[in-house]
Structure formats: structure tokens, C-alpha cells
């Protein structure tokens, strides 16, 4: 069962920046995509940005040239670089990976982010 461990978050201002760490731990099968979701509060879970194994990506609109998602294949682990900050940015965060089986079905605990205006 795969394990994820969310790092990274905390508080910033508007226009700033913040670098989210996810590691991918007790799969016994290859990690094929990896993605970030967000949950604001009373907010349905979203799909931020997403990449596969091989480095390819796919964003959320809203977030498209602000956002950059990467990975270090070796240690199963997934990046996520936000820039240019927005108070609308303000939810948790999570990661979750893919193997054969499909995607983790028990998320992390998530880490905050909040984008004060």
C-alpha cells in the first residue's frame, strides 16, 4: 500500500512563493503518474497539476505559468513549485501517485498553504 507524505506548506504573502515536497513510499510496483490536488475549505478536491514518468505535464487553467510540477523518479518523490501566489491558492494541498493497481486510495495528511492578500 502506498504511503504519501505531504511537506512543504505554510503561511505567505500575495505574489509569493512556496516549493511542495510529496514522497511515494511502500509500493511494490512502479510509480507511473503523479499528481497535486488542492481542497479549499468547503471546496470539492481538485486536480492541480499532474506528471508522468516520463516528465510530462498537465495543469489546472488558473494555475498554468505560476506552477511547476517535477519528480525525482529514484526517490518516488514529486515537487510542486508555486510562484506568483494568490489568495485563491489557499487550500490544502495533496499528492497522490499511480502503480499498476491505480491511484493511492488513502491520501496523506496534506500541507497547508495560505496566501494571505
Known amino acids: 500500500q502506498v504511503q504519501l507524505v505531504e511537506s512543504g506548506g505554510g503561511l505567505v504573502q500575495a505574489g509569493g512563493s512556496l516549493r511542495l515536497s510529496c514522497a511515494a513510499s511502500?509500493?511494490?510496483?512502479?510509480?507511473?503518474?503523479m499528481g497535486w490536488y488542492r481542497q479549499a475549505p468547503g471546496k470539492q478536491r481538485e486536480l492541480v497539476a499532474s506528471?508522468?514518468?516520463?516528465?510530462?505535464?498537465n495543469y489546472k487553467d488558473s494555475v498554468k505559468g505560476r506552477f511547476t510540477i517535477s519528480r525525482d523518479n529514484a526517490k518516488n518523490t514529486v515537487y510542486l513549485q508555486m510562484n506568483s501566489l494568490k489568495p485563491e491558492d489557499t487550500a490544502v494541498y495533496y499528492c497522490?501517485?499511480?502503480?499498476?493497481?491505480?491511484?493511492?486510495?488513502?491520501w496523506g495528511q496534506g500541507t497547508q498553504v495560505t496566501v494571505s492578500s
Open positions: 511502500g509500493s511494490m510496483f512502479r510509480i507511473y503518474d
Open positions: 497522490n501517485a499511480q502503480n499498476i493497481r491505480g491511484w493511492a486510495s488513502n
Open positions: 506528471i508522468t514518468r516520463g516528465g510530462s505535464t
